[in-house]
């Protein structure tokens, strides 16, 4: 029987962060049945561990393919789930490097145990790129969300950007715009389907190198991600594409305290090396 574990990722509190399903091994399921069990679980994803591709390298024992299945659908990449199955390896096969072949690319991670034990994964995102978003499709966007135009942050232009999966950035001018969050999820999803988005990224900048975030996950049959890992990387690429922030930069971004499971995502951003590195916590949920 396949055995489905359930995680949260970028908190060490399982009721804090993100949950995903972990399917260690899936080598008996199709994608019908990698499909139910997500559906089943309700998770926003959940990733499931097959054999690695020939030719993938990493240390043996140490590298997989994996694939990750909202309820609704596959979906390319998803961090919070590749955090979380890098916890949930961690715990038995102890900390180090790990590879994963996906659909987007191949993405490293470092599995590293912190203060008490607890254990820390950080994923190194496919190559970045960003975009502009056509005014057309901007303007659809604050329709969905009932968000005036004057309510988004000049200094925070919009953007869609990709680490792995495609994300429009939003920037909030308030705190409180961010909070209140009511939007049309037939209108928003099906925008997001006609320009491959996987979230909307709204952001909310606290500081210099702080940032609050939400995102809207319609697609993937979710009203909102509570720690989006994927969206936290395409959001590095964005913010040092734009200048906000030094080549060299530590970000913090905080997700999921409006749904009261918060969330903390490291972003970290190196000189002379285009991918993101986006870190948390994890542990177990009973």
Same mark, same amino acid.
């Given at each position: 029987?396949?055995?489905?574990?359930?995680?949260?990722?970028?908190?060490?509190?399982?009721?804090?962060?993100?949950?995903?399903?972990?399917?260690?091994?899936?080598?008996?399921?199709?994608?019908?049945?990698?499909?139910?069990?997500?559906?089943?679980?309700?998770?926003?994803?959940?990733?499931?561990? /097959?054999?690695?591709?020939?030719?993938?390298?990493?240390?043996?024992?140490?590298? +997989?393919?994996?694939?990750?299945?909202?309820?609704?659908?596959?979906?390319?990449?998803?961090?919070?789930?590749?955090?979380?199955?890098?916890?949930?390896?961690?715990?038995?096969?102890?900390?180090?490097?790990?590879?994963?072949? %996906?659909?987007?690319? /191949?993405?490293?991670? %470092?599995?590293?145990?912190?203060?008490?034990?607890?254990?820390?994964?950080?994923?190194?995102?496919?190559?970045?790129?960003?975009?502009?978003?056509?005014?057309?499709?901007?303007?659809?966007?604050?329709?969905?969300?009932?968000?005036?135009?004057?309510?988004?942050?000049?200094?925070?232009?919009?953007?869609?950007?990709?680490?792995?999966?495609?994300?429009?950035?939003?920037?909030?001018? /308030?705190?409180?715009?961010?909070?209140?969050?009511?939007?049309?999820?037939?209108?928003?999803?099906?925008?997001?389907?006609?320009?491959?988005?996987? %979230?909307?990224?709204?952001?909310?900048?606290?500081?210099?190198?702080?940032?609050?975030?939400?995102?809207? +996950?319609?697609?993937?049959?979710?009203?909102?991600?509570?720690?989006?890992?994927?969206?936290?990387?395409? +959001?590095?690429?964005?913010?040092?594409?734009?200048?906000?922030?030094?080549?060299?930069?530590?970000?913090?971004?905080?997700?999921?305290?409006?749904?009261?499971?918060?969330?903390?995502?490291?972003?970290?951003?190196?000189?002379?090396?285009?991918?993101?590195?986006?870190?948390?916590?994890?542990?177990?949920?009973?």
């Amino acid at each position: 029987m396949t055995e489905v574990l359930r995680y949260t990722a970028f908190s060490a509190d399982p009721e804090g962060g993100n949950p995903a399903g972990v399917v260690l091994d899936a080598a008996e399921l199709d994608e019908a049945g990698m499909l139910a069990i997500a559906a089943e679980l309700a998770y926003s994803e959940t990733a499931f561990l /097959t054999a690695p591709p020939d030719g993938l390298g990493g240390e043996p024992g140490r590298a +997989f393919t994996i694939r990750y299945f909202s309820p609704k659908a596959e979906v390319p990449f998803c961090g919070h789930a590749t955090v979380a199955t890098a916890v949930a390896l961690g715990e038995r096969l102890g900390p180090g490097e790990l590879l994963f072949a %996906t659909q987007a690319g /191949t993405v490293p991670v %470092t599995v590293a145990e912190g203060e008490g034990g607890v254990l820390r994964a950080t994923l190194t995102s496919v190559e970045p790129h960003v975009e502009d978003v056509p005014d057309a499709d901007l303007s659809e966007a604050l329709a969905a969300l009932d968000w005036p135009a004057a309510d988004l942050d000049p200094a925070l232009p919009p953007r869609i950007a990709y680490a792995g999966a495609r994300h429009l950035v939003l920037g909030a001018g /308030t705190r409180a715009r961010l909070a209140d969050l009511a939007y049309d999820f037939a209108r928003l999803e099906a925008l997001m389907r006609r320009l491959d988005l996987t %979230t909307v990224q709204l952001v909310h900048r606290a500081g210099p190198d702080v940032f609050h975030v939400r995102d809207p +996950f319609p697609v993937g049959g979710v009203v909102e991600d509570p720690a989006t890992g994927a969206a936290a990387a395409a +959001f590095g690429a964005y913010a040092r594409e734009l200048g906000l922030v030094p080549a060299e930069a530590r970000l913090t971004l905080h997700q999921g305290e409006d749904m009261r499971r918060p969330g903390v995502l490291t972003v970290e951003l190196r000189a002379g090396d285009p991918r993101v590195r986006v870190g948390g916590e994890g542990t177990r949920i009973p």
